[in-house]
């Protein structure tokens, strides 16, 4: 039962959990208005302490497609927030006008605090370079779209594999599946984080880590790339000398396997080259559309509508 | 060998590694204490050549689990009537709450107050524990 539950960390839900949210995204994706009705007298909370459009719009855009109201802040400074109200005391305000809150935090845990706060459900949309469990569900039902299933893949990432929420979120939920391996291409300086090193060892998970990309492109059943960016680093030296250092083009995509897919959470800056975007195996504009099909899917499961 | 006065009711904290003496004192909050207690620094170890003592002499309550989190050899000694009564073993705990802090300066800990610091363990060899919210993996001691 996900009713009532908040979805914080890919292992907040099991894996039947997880099944039950993308078999009803699945459902949307084929018919969406018929869910239109289906949030009528319910309201979403969006709060964003850090700036963001793409995930903000596509939790927004699901809620109103699912005939519900949305209500929230993107801009902290004109907030309760920038008076220095806690985290605690912000979304337990919240609780008395919504029926459940998405949050964007710039601090790694914050989503952790909102839980402990209150009784109805809270959603992760990104802590920090901590983890980013929505940008998986979208990441996840695009790869089901396109292989019919995530477990005996071989998984690349490559770029900021360090502060990369979007990776981290990943790779937790695919370590759950039999057979995925996976391939990590990144800077020394940006590899993954000790937890995440800890948990797929843990789970015994096969991964190497390599600096090169085009070598491994070939076995990859999806390419993931990830942009560096500025805001995670302390240094501007460390950002201009590694943010050109992985990127993906059309010369490299010959390398690559008749069905290796390249995803990416996008915004993208320059990692990915214009000129992959027309390649048949460039997946990453599709995935903002399933995206608000799997939230709409998320948000219907949370409040127990289906 | 320094001699101290025997504890006829109490508590001594025997084969602590030297140096953590004073950071466990702290830990019990001793300095605030009301009866005798007794912090010997460099005693003669036939183990490691060194070790920290605390003696208390009363019986406090407290959480020795959170003694593991420094070194699982530290042993606890209940005395009563003059004698060791009791001799308490000691684990690497689970789970911590509100005795070590995050590192991680992105870390929703280091802005949120009246918030538990809780660390989840990971490694009971390495002694390392994840802190509940960030995630990021910390050896305290
Ligand atoms: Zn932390």
Redo the contacts between chains.
């Keep these: 039962m996900l009713k009532g539950k908040s979805l914080i960390d890919p292992s907040d839900f099991s894996k039947e959990e997880f099944r039950e949210i993308f078999d009803l995204a699945h459902e949307i994706a084929k018919d969406p208005l018929k869910y239109k009705k289906s949030c009528e007298d319910k309201i979403l909370a969006t709060l964003f302490f850090e700036p963001s459009t793409r995930t903000r719009f596509s939790f927004e855009a699901a809620m109103l497609r699912l005939g519900g109201q949305v209500i929230g802040f993107s801009e902290p400074n004109s907030s309760s927030v920038a008076k220095g109200e806690?985290?605690?005391d912000t979304i337990r305000t919240v609780e008395n006008y919504a029926d459940l809150a998405v949050m964007r935090?710039?601090?790694?845990?914050?989503p952790?605090?909102a839980v402990?706060s209150v009784k109805f459900p809270v959603i992760n949309a990104g802590?920090?370079?901590?983890l980013h469990p929505t940008q998986t569900l979208t990441d996840i039902l695009t790869i089901e779209m396109l292989k019919g299933s995530v477990e005996n893949k071989v998984y690349g990432f490559c770029g900021d594999l360090k502060f990369g929420r979007t990776v981290h979120s990943l790779i937790k939920f695919l370590s759950n599946y039999d057979g995925v391996r996976f391939i990590l291409v990144s800077p020394e300086e940006l590899t993954i984080?000790?937890?995440v090193r800890?948990e797929i060892t843990r789970k015994n998970v096969p991964f190497i880590e390599v600096d090169k990309l085009k070598e491994h492109l070939k076995e990859m059943d999806f390419l993931y790339m990830t942009r560096v960016q500025r805001e995670r680093f302390f240094n501007e030296e460390d950002y201009i000398r590694l943010k050109d250092s992985f990127i993906l083009d059309a010369e490299k995509m010959k390398h690559a396997g008749p069905e290796t897919y390249i995803l990416h959470p996008l915004p993208r800056v320059n990692e990915i080259s214009i000129d992959v975007d027309d390649d048949p195996r460039a997946q990453y504009f599709n995935q903002a559309r399933n995206g608000m099909y799997v939230r709409m899917a998320l948000i219907l499961k949370l409040l127990g509508i289906k | 060998m320094l001699e101290i006065t025997s504890i006829e009711k109490g508590i001594v904290i025997d084969h602590i590694p030297a140096g953590y003496g004073i950071k466990l004192f702290h830990l019990l909050k001793l300095e605030k204490a009301d009866y005798t207690v007794a912090l010997i620094n460099n005693a003669f170890s036939k183990k490691r050549g060194k070790k920290d003592i605390i003696k208390i002499n009363n019986t406090i309550e407290f959480d020795v689990e959170f003694l593991g989190l420094i070194n699982a050899d530290i042993t606890v000694n209940i005395i009563e009537g003059g004698k060791i009564i009791k001799k308490l073993r000691l684990t690497v705990p689970e789970r911590v709450v509100n005795v070590i802090h995050c590192k991680n300066p992105r870390c929703v800990t280091s802005v949120e107050s009246k918030i538990d610091h809780i660390f989840h363990l990971v490694d009971p060899v390495k002694r390392s524990y994840r802190c509940e919210y960030c995630d990021d993996i910390i050896v305290p001691y």
Excluded: L, T
């Excluded at chain 1, 935090?105 to 914050?110: I, R, S």
């Design positions: 806690s985290i605690a935090h710039p601090k790694e845990g914050a952790r605090v402990q802590d920090g370079g901590h984080p000790e937890y800890e």
